[in-house]
């Protein structure tokens, strides 16, 4: 499997992830964009550093060949398919600890 078919993979499952499985939906939120913009700049020069050096490299039947400056393509995917699912999990553990620590809608009283 080469590493295009395994980062579009990965960045399939983060996307099932955080839209059907969590239901977080932070793809559809304005600060997630914002979010990944700013780590797109930082990406950019980690990842440009590593690739022109060459501290990392790629073997050209593993990738399409398309490149940002010396950066794959793929590795857009690879940053998407890192950061999503972590930032939705701790967005749904953030929505389940707020549900525990929530008092209870009727001040702990039963409804008759």
Request: aromatic share 12%; charged share 15%.
């Amino acid at each position: 499997m080469t590493y295009t078919a395994i980062v579009l993979i990965a960045a399939a499952v983060a996307l099932v992830l955080d839209v059907f499985v969590l239901r977080t939906r932070l793809v559809l939120r304005r600060r997630y964009w914002v979010f990944m913009a700013v780590m797109t700049g930082f990406f950019l020069i980690v990842n440009g550093i590593l690739t022109a050096l060459p501290i990392v490299m790629y073997s050209s039947h593993a990738i399409i060949g398309l490149r940002v400056v010396t950066i794959p393509i793929e590795d857009f995917a690879y940053m998407y398919a890192l950061i999503t699912p972590v930032i939705a999990l701790y967005e749904w553990f953030s929505a389940r600890k707020d549900e525990r620590t929530q008092p209870p809608r009727n001040g702990g009283q039963e409804e008759n």
